[in-house]
């Protein structure tokens, strides 16, 4: 086979996998399934209109706060990120050259550039052109990295992304100035913390690691001084955007509730008295231990949630890692180096992850592509296709006189094979799977048009899950089940029409709420529609 004809079946191969990322975004009615999703594509759309992640919001500012879809934060008349904003920036800025449904493209075509990416990193750092092949086709076919490429708007595909991207540059040096290189792989680093920023607390560490292992080939502090310039350069804009946002510049959208708190019981964040500050500084190690690990160590939790999602999931590629893994302990030099900084980052990314229980499936023992786990341990399974495509080489035969090379390729293909079906059943037709999906996504979107239908445009609705098709085209309060929303509706029933969606309510629910529930509070409840497996309605006054 000539090189032109592998260039072209690879060029086709590529084409096909993007068209595959595409899944749920192409055909499908602007619809997602997470909050997570809908938030960061509505900010990002907000961007694109008025240069601002900020969604002015009237009603919001009325209810005090309570009026937001999940994943979002209201802070006085505006609902703002309630995650990191690097995605939603960096795709709002892009959605301005390209238009608004175009920055859905952003993470699938990061995803494509990485793998080329890493196809030449892997080949500059093994010196094998074969081991780098197989290892990025072993990247695109990593099940959790498929799965949310095609959830294009979850940040840690293009977290991942630019954390190639800056080792790229680093381990290849494509542009001939080297301090150039250094610069933009700093920014690339910059760019991936904005998008995790609690990711920084093993991204800065490796990094040092890295210097210090390789210390005697560093000529000149000229390159690091550069690395860290461009790192510091998007965490600025990043610092600039949450004192916007948060008030703050080291705030969040996962750390502003208590700076929200605080103001909201009209006391200063900014000022502590001496007491204060004395109880700050005794408990100084438990702040930093609840900094590093914020959802603390629990083993047993560790144990399940790494063996599930981490190992079992798909074993096809984890006993692959694993035997690779293995053999590079082996070695010495760059591979046992590489191992053991992927052991120690498994460590830590399992017992910080690992101690937290997520509610992603309606179904809390359900083992799915779903679950939180898999992209927070994203970078672990990148990673470990390095040592899959060597522990694949051996298997079937590279380097052992018993076997021929035209023998050894027929091996490596056939297995490559059944890798890319393995993976594509789990990623395509699992539980969660992206065929799935694709259909409760335009359910979704049909049941939407049901309920805009049966509302006035300027409706509140009261929602348990629904928030993630329904905002930003309607205002939204959830869940029903709660003290606070209670409290709140005699208020948002003189705003604006005012519904519930949820599960059908059984007759004896309705008139406990109707007697009870809110007819204490003046309120009446009563059917207006049933839409598909939800019903709405209406809430007036008594």
Known sequence: MTKLVKNILSGLGLAAYFCSTLWLTVGVPLSFTSPDENANFTFA????????????????????????????????????????????????????????????????????????????????????????????????????????????????????????????????????????????????????????????????????????????????????????????????????????????????????????????????????????????????????????????????????????????????????????LVLALKDKGKWRQLAVGTLVLAVWLGVLYGSWSFNDNPDPTAITLGDSHLRYWLPLFVLATIFAGRALLVLAGYGNPAYSDKKSKLLLTASLGCVMILSMMLVFTGDDGLLRTRQVLLASAVKRDEVLAANEINSIIVVDRADKFLWPVREVIQPLRSETTYAALPLAVKLAPLYYLGIPLPDVDLNYLNEHKLGDLGLHIKLVETVGDEALYKITVK
């Open 45 to 324: 759309q907000n961007f694109v209109r008025t240069g601002s992640l900020a969604v002015h919001d009237e009603v919001t500012a009325q209810l005090g706060d309570l009026a937001h879809p999940r994943s979002t934060l209201a802070i006085g008349e505006y609902i703002v990120p309630g995650g990191f904003v690097g995605l939603p920036l960096l795709a709002g800025l892009v959605g301005k050259i390209v238009g608004a449904y175009g920055l859905l493209l952003l993470t699938p075509t990061l995803l494509l550039l990485a793998i080329l990416a890493w196809l030449a990193t892997v080949k500059r750092l093994s010196n094998s052109r074969r081991l780098a092949y197989t290892s990025t086709i072993l990247l695109a076919l990593q099940p959790a990295v498929w799965y949310y490429a095609a959830r294009t708007m979850m940040p840690n595909v293009g977290f991942v992304c630019w954390l190639i991207f800056a080792v790229w540059l680093v381990a290849t040096k494509p542009l001939r100035r080297t301090a150039s290189n250094f610069l933009l792989a700093g920014l690339c680093l910059g760019i991936a913390a904005a998008f995790r920023l609690s990711e920084i607390v093993w991204i800065v560490p490796a990094v040092i690691s890295v210097v210090i292992v390789y210390r005697k080939n560093i000529k000149s502090i000229w390159p690091l001084g550069l690395l860290v310039l461009g790192f510091a350069l998007p965490l600025l804009v990043n610092a600039k955007l949450n004192i916007d946002l948060y008030r703050q510049p080291w705030q969040t959208g996962y750390t502003v509730h208590e700076q929200t708190a605080l103001v909201q019981l009209g006391k200063d964040p900014d000022s502590v008295d001496n007491e204060q500050s004395k109880s700050e500084t005794s408990s100084s190690i438990a702040s930093l231990g609840h900094l590093l690990l914020p959802f603390g160590v629990h083993p047993r939790a560790i144990i399940k949630n790494v063996w599930h999602f981490g190992l079992a999931l798909f074993p096809w590629l984890t006993v692959l890692a694993i035997v690779g």
